[in-house]
């Protein structure tokens, strides 16, 4: 599949030396600071070498008032495939880019169904054709306490809810992952928790917010396996696992849609799942997350905004509802 470029220059593009550059001085002044504790007492002037450049998060937010691009330092693409979760191919973070190359990703096709004016079974190529794509650098923030920042290719949810037709009854979007066990080994496995297929779900309104994307691609590419190709679905508002990978089915309801973790656990992972630092997981703290890349010399620990920095772009979705209720 082709990944068609809306402009010349992509904003990764314009940002990826900077970020070049702050891995190469991070990497270099961590080799420096390991070398330093090995070879000499004097730590104190390495330590000040490896200081990193104080990072303003909230301005970065600002920068771009639609949200829809965030000046942080982006996730090296190394890390971004290969650190992932992705529990058709297995638990560990290492397991998806190991197994998804046994995906079949080509042909592929999405079945639109429920409240919808034109129902059925289209290939990936219907789908896309009428599509322009566009670049979104967004914050991920699992729900494990780990995020990034990831230049992804997509076009908002939206423009193909439109152009299907939301039907007047529908209330929720609900989306299905393939389930393929011969493909996917995570499906074979006896001890899962999850019960297949992956299925997540949206308020219509929240699938309707223009933040939120069908993603194709990262960094310029077509997406990677283990990121969810051919086709998955963004929401950077709500923690990771609300963005459901490898899409094959989307239903408009009615009715608000079962989602995958909130059956797994249901006390410890609600329908919404906005990201929300005031809200605990019952088992770590919210509060912060882990910036990858890190390390031990640099944890790169950073404050979580509510709704994952997103607030002044989605909080009014919220107006009125209890967060701490319908976490
Ligand atoms: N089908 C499916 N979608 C999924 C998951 C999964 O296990 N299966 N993991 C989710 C979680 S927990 C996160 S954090 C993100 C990770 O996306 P990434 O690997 O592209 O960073 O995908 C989400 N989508
Ligand atoms: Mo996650």
């Given at each position: 599949?082709?990944?068609?470029?809306?402009?010349?220059?992509?904003?990764?593009?314009?940002?990826?030396?900077?970020?070049?550059?702050?891995?190469?001085?991070?990497?270099?002044?961590?080799?420096?600071?390991?070398?330093?504790?090995?070879l000499?007492?004097?730590?104190?002037?390495?330590?000040?070498?490896?200081?990193?450049?104080?990072?303003?998060?909230?301005?970065?937010?600002?920068?771009?008032?639609?949200?829809?691009?965030?000046?942080?330092?982006?996730?090296p693409?190394?890390?971004?495939?290969?650190?992932?979760?992705?529990?058709?191919?297995?638990?560990?973070?290492?397991?998806?880019?190991?197994?998804?190359s046994?995906?079949?990703?080509?042909?592929?096709?999405?079945?639109i169904?429920?409240?919808?004016?034109?129902?059925?079974?289209?290939?990936?190529?219907?789908?896309?054709?009428?599509?322009?794509?566009?670049?979104?650098?967004?914050?991920?923030?699992?729900?494990?306490?780990?995020?990034?920042?990831?230049?992804?290719?997509g076009?908002?949810?939206?423009?193909?809810?439109?152009?299907?037709?939301?039907?007047?009854?529908?209330?929720?979007?609900?989306?299905?992952?393939?389930?393929?066990?011969?493909?996917?080994?995570?499906?074979?496995?006896?001890?899962?928790?999850?019960?297949?297929?992956?299925?997540?779900?949206?308020?219509?309104?929240?699938?309707?917010?223009?933040?939120?994307?069908?993603?194709?691609?990262?960094?310029?590419?077509?997406?990677?396996?283990?990121?969810?190709a051919?086709?998955?679905?963004?929401?950077?508002?709500?923690?990771?696992?609300?963005?459901?990978?490898?899409?094959?089915?989307?239903?408009?309801?009615?009715?608000?849609?079962?989602?995958?973790w909130?059956?797994?656990?249901?006390?410890?992972?609600?329908?919404?799942?906005?990201?929300?630092p005031?809200?605990?997981?019952?088992?770590?703290?919210?509060?912060?997350?882990r910036?990858?890349?890190?390390?031990?010399?640099?944890?790169?620990?950073?404050?979580?905004?509510?709704?994952n920095?997103?607030?002044?772009?989605?909080?009014?979705?919220?107006?009125?509802?209890?967060?701490?209720?319908?976490?």
């Open positions: 599949m082709l990944i068609k470029q809306v402009a010349d220059i992509l904003p990764s593009e314009i940002t990826s030396e900077s970020s070049y550059l702050n891995r190469r001085q991070f990497m270099g002044a961590a080799g420096a600071m390991a070398m330093g504790s090995l000499s007492p004097a730590i104190s002037s390495a330590s000040e070498v490896i200081e990193p450049p104080p990072l303003d998060y909230l301005a970065a937010t600002k920068a771009s008032p639609s949200g829809f691009y965030t000046s942080e330092v982006q996730t693409y190394r890390d971004v495939t290969g650190y992932n979760n992705f529990y058709e191919f297995g638990t560990d973070k290492t397991d998806p880019e190991k197994y998804a046994k995906l079949v990703t080509d042909p592929w096709s999405v079945s169904e429920g409240e919808v004016d034109k129902p059925g079974t289209y290939t990936l190529e219907d789908i896309l054709k009428p599509h322009d794509l566009e670049e979104r650098i967004y914050r991920l923030r699992c729900v494990e306490a780990w995020s990034m920042v990831v230049p992804w290719i076009f908002p949810l939206a423009d193909l809810l439109k152009r299907f037709g939301v039907g007047s009854k529908a209330k929720y979007v609900a989306f299905e992952t393939l389930y393929r066990p011969d493909e996917m080994r995570g499906q074979r496995s006896r001890f899962g928790t999850i019960d297949w297929p992956y299925v997540e779900g949206l308020r219509l309104d929240e699938a309707m917010h223009p933040l939120t994307i069908l993603a194709v691609g990262v960094y310029g590419k077509t997406m990677p396996k283990q990121n969810g051919p086709i998955r679905l963004i929401v950077p508002w709500k923690y990771g696992f609300k963005s459901i990978k490898s899409i094959v089915k989307i239903r408009l309801t009615e009715r608000k849609p079962a989602t995958s909130n059956k797994t656990a249901p006390s410890e992972y609600g329908f919404y799942s906005n990201v929300n005031a809200v605990s997981h019952p088992r770590w703290s919210q509060a912060t997350e910036r990858l890349p890190n390390s031990l010399f640099k944890p790169n620990r950073i404050e979580t905004l509510p709704f920095g997103y607030a002044e772009q989605v909080a009014s979705l919220y107006t009125g509802l209890n967060l701490k209720r319908h976490f």
